[in-house]
């Protein structure tokens, strides 16, 4: 086996950990064992596989090659009674029933792993694994198994679950998606049926055909074309009477006069065996319309489905402490006058008050501001911000639906709500569409009645069947389709079509800072004096929890660090240990002056004049090495490297940008300074209510296009024209933003707003060249010239040109050509 | 009388009989997941090493 690993290794020298496959780092070899592994959790999850007989995994060429991780969670919060009747159902069989997100999956031998949990775990009657989405459903007999047990297991081989929450939500769409699929199979199958009957129609009506057979042929394509009428057809009919009930227009409107028009005329000209049927062109048609719905629908769903997964990551548990024992709970089951166990580096499941102990909350999702704040006892905390520093006993005040983050979210949802519907192109073009046919139908009619009577009736259901506006209604739906598809292989997950309608003309921008135009973590911006003591400053801190430290960590991750004898956390002040014989303290200006010692002799003033010199936006950092100051850093939220250069784009496009944020005045103004921004487009220290209130006054003079990322921006992302929810942000902002960057940086949007610029191009050109087709058939059929075959060839026509012309257009690059243009 | 008076709608019972099939797969959630039963039918071997478990 160490020979095998040795040929397999990557670099030839390093071992290949016998789990995942990557190289071994040189302090985990162990060289009295056949098997090496890069982690713990490979170890772990390889010892599950061996004992179990499933070393049949490690055969998969197709396997994941990244080490397992785990979370080590306890998992007790799904045992729960309150987490049961959220999540759980009993299937028909007396077994219990849930779905899990599973973090981690990525390919075959994941759905081969996960899939064999009835062997791993004695109780578990099946897991079925859809890789496409990650969920997993899980069947387990309840008195024999707990559900954490089951949780535990897979998060010892590298998936750790979440509940899902849309289980409901879920079933109804997998109904719907049923639904639709049966219809689109039910017409394409009649309609290649009433196209056979029809090729003979037509072949017979050219060589000449025996009258008994054309009737024939003619009561077969009429039999058959009934029910694609009464079943897949219905939604047309259906939405053109709500359209006409709420005395609004819709593109079903046009549709449904053509359809019944034709299939009236049909009939009647079956019955008494003369005139032309158009069958044939009426079955495509509903076909080719369903399918024009279906894509539209696909595209909105996928982008919909990524939203639901993040949401299905948010931690959902609290710790209570109940006579001294504490307990893992769901967030559900939290009660006012409970009292909470919050550690450092956890989210507060509840608003509540401190009772015990002092710390600092980071409340960037609910406030926007980036500097965690200190508290202590009395201190009232909110649901959703971070516990940064110390451990903390919280007592619960509000929890559930009456937290301050639930109301927010509700107004969210109210404002999203209210949001004028837009109206689309295609339906506006509806309207005037079904007013241009009918007058024309009318007129051909009238003319008709005079110079040929008998042939009147015919030429105006003609031209109404051939100006059925299939690539009209199509030619929306299917640029946006592709535009989303695309756009989605770029990183930018669009939720509805008129968001790209809205986004090709330029309007006002409101950008929040936070997370937005910065990269929302701390991070070193500054560093001052000698750079010898880095590595000492890393080391004191990479035990720590602090935000600070995790500044420190991002800044140099590759550094080597020196072993530390003591060290000490002082909450509120910063730490102190010793390192080589050398006492050394890093930490607020305050505290480190405590620990300089006169006798030390005078610090350089030159350093100290540098170190206060630090921008004042940034958190300052002393560090000091036997009583004498040797360096100082500054501590912030560092812009997005390509923020400038794309606000520069997006203003030479004509777009007026503001920044909107909930932080501290001289911090938005030190970064619209930098990023170029005038002092009247600088808007700080605003509430998530005061967002609101700005996003509405504006879009009463024209669209608004917002984008944030925290859940202060969610009412405003809500009631903005346009909301965008950027890479990394809080899920009620993604839930409720028309459009999500799933990639980092504003380059994305300056892309977004280009190629929402070409999608209406593409738009525009799909009903021009239909409308084109329209009034060619429309003039021939005025003129009475044209043939039921000559409308079989042209209708399909017109939808082709759209379908192609919407394929081949550039509204986004694809993401496959990307390596090699870049 | 014409074979084709037989045979066409002979024809159209089979194609009612393919529709029919189709909605009872589509009703019963055989096109809901496309990607993960391709894979599994790969993988329905019962481990051939190490001991069997029931």
Not at chain 1, 118 to 131: E, H, I, K, S
Not at chain 1, 372 to 382: D, R
Not at chain 1, 535 to 564: I, K, N, Y
Not at chain 1, 595 to 608: K, R, W
Request: proline share 5%; charged share 20%.
């Amino acid at each position: 086996m160490v020979v095998d690993a040795l040929l397999i290794a990557p670099s030839g020298a390093d071992l290949a950990c016998s789990h995942c496959g990557l190289a071994v780092p040189p302090g985990l070899l162990d060289a009295h064992s056949t098997e090496q592994f890069c982690c713990a959790g490979c170890h772990t999850a390889f010892g599950i596989l061996h004992s179990h007989g499933l070393d049949q995994y490690y055969r998969f060429a197709e396997r994941r090659e990244a080490p397992v991780h785990t979370s080590g969670r306890k998992y007790e919060e799904f045992d729960h009674p309150s987490f049961e009747q959220l999540y759980v159902t009993t299937t028909s069989d007396g077994l219990s029933r849930t779905e899990l997100y599973l973090e981690g999956v990525h390919c075959s031998s994941c759905v081969w792993l996960v899939e064999r949990m009835p062997l791993l775990v004695p109780g578990v009657a099946r897991t079925d694994l859809d890789v496409r989405r990650s969920l997993a459903v899980v069947e387990w007999d309840l008195s024999a198994v707990l559900l954490s047990t089951i949780a535990q297991s897979l998060d010892a081989l590298g998936y750790p679950p979440h509940p899902f929450r849309g289980v409901v939500r879920d079933a109804m769409r997998k109904r719907e998606d049923r639904a639709m699929l049966v219809r689109i199979g039910v017409a394409g199958a009649i309609a290649i049926n009433v196209m056979l009957a029809s090729l003979a129609l037509y072949s017979g009506s050219v060589n000449g055909m025996d009258p008994q057979f054309e009737r024939f042929f003619r009561w077969v394509c009429f039999v058959v074309i009934v029910p694609t009428f009464v079943w897949p057809g219905r939604v047309f009919f259906a939405g053109a009477w709500a359209a006409l009930r709420t005395r609004s227009l819709h593109m079903d409107l046009p549709i449904a006069i053509a359809l019944a028009a034709g299939l009236v005329r049909g009939a009647i000209n079956t019955v008494r065996d003369h005139g032309p049927v158009y069958f044939d062109g009426l079955a495509v048609l509903i076909f080719a319309l369903l399918v024009g719905r279906f894509l539209q629908q696909r595209g909105q769903r996928m982008a919909a489905d990524a939203a639901e997964l993040l949401h299905a990551v948010a931690p959902s548990s609290a710790r209570i402490v109940e006579d001294d024992v504490v307990r893992t709970v769901p967030a559900e089951a939290l009660l006012p006058g409970m009292v909470m166990d919050v550690r450092a580096g956890e989210s507060f499941a509840a608003d509540g008050v401190v009772i015990q102990g002092r710390s600092a909350v980071n409340a960037a999702l609910l406030t926007g501001e980036s500097r965690p704040t200190s508290i202590a006892e009395g201190a009232t905390v909110f649901a959703g911000t971070l516990n940064v520093e110390a451990p903390l006993r919280v007592r619960v005040d509000e929890a559930g639906e009456s937290s301050r983050i639930a109301k927010l979210l509700r107004q969210v949802e109210e404002s999203a709500r209210r949001r004028a519907p837009v109206v689309q192109l295609a339906n506006r073009m509806a309207g005037i569409f079904v007013g241009v046919v009918l007058t024309l139908a009318i007129v051909v009619f009238a003319v008709g009645m005079t110079v040929a009577p008998e042939r009147a009736l015919d030429n105006a259901i003609a031209l109404l069947i051939v100006t059925c506006p299939c690539a009209l209604a199509l030619a929306t739906p299917l640029a946006i389709t592709v535009a989303v598809g695309r756009a989605a292989g770029r990183g930018m997950l669009v939720k509805g079509g008129d968001a790209l309608e809205l986004l090709a003309k330029p309007g006002t921008l409101v950008l929040d800072k936070t997370g937005t135009l910065t990269e929302g973590r701390t991070a070193v911006v500054a560093w001052v004096g000698a750079e010898w003591v880095q590595p000492f400053v890393l080391a004191l801190e990479e035990g720590s929890s602090h935000p600070l430290a995790d500044g420190f960590r991002r800044a140099w991750p590759e550094m080597q660090t020196p072993s530390v004898i003591n060290a000490t956390h002082v909450s509120g002040g910063g730490m102190v240990g010793t390192i080589d014989g050398h006492v050394v303290r890093v930490g607020s200006p305050a505290f480190v002056r405590d620990g300089i010692s006169v006798s030390a002799g005078e610090p350089d003033g030159s350093l100290v004049g540098a170190i206060n010199a630090i921008d004042r936006t940034l958190t300052p950092v002393h560090v000091a090495v036997d009583g004498v100051l040797v360096a100082g850093a500054g501590l912030g939220d560092r812009i997005r490297d390509d923020a400038l250069v794309s606000l520069q784009q997006l203003r030479a496009r004509g777009w007026r940008t503001i920044i909107l944020s909930g932080d501290a005045s001289d911090v938005v103004a030190s970064v619209g300074h930098t990023l170029g921004f005038r002092a009247d487009e600088l808007v700080a220290a605003a509430s998530p209510e005061d967002k609101l209130a700005f996003v509405e006054s504006l879009k009463a003079k024209g669209p608004v296009v917002m984008v944030g990322d925290g859940v202060n921006d969610a009412a405003a992302i809500a009631a903005a024209t346009v909301g965008i929810g950027v890479h990394g942000g809080a899920e009620a902002c993604l839930a409720t933003a028309d459009i999500y960057l799933a990639r980092p940086g504003l380059g994305a949007l300056v892309e977004l707003t280009d190629g929402a610029q070409r999608t209406m191009r593409v738009i525009k050109r799909n009903i021009a060249f239909s409308i084109g087709y329209n009034i060619i058939g429309a003039g021939l059929a005025a003129i009475g010239l044209l043939t039921p075959l000559i409308a079989a060839i042209l209708m399909p026509t017109s939808s082709i040109t759209v379908v192609l012309g919407s394929w081949y257009s550039h509204t986004f690059a694809r993401s496959g050509r990307r390596e090699q243009h870049a | 009388m014409s074979v084709i008076f037989v045979v066409l709608p002979l024809a159209l019972v089979i194609v009612s009989a393919a529709v029919f099939a189709f909605v009872w797969s589509a009703r019963s959630g055989q096109f809901d997941d496309l990607e993960t039963p391709a894979v599994r039918m790969l993988h329905d071997d019962a481990p051939t090493s190490g001991p069997r478990v029931p």
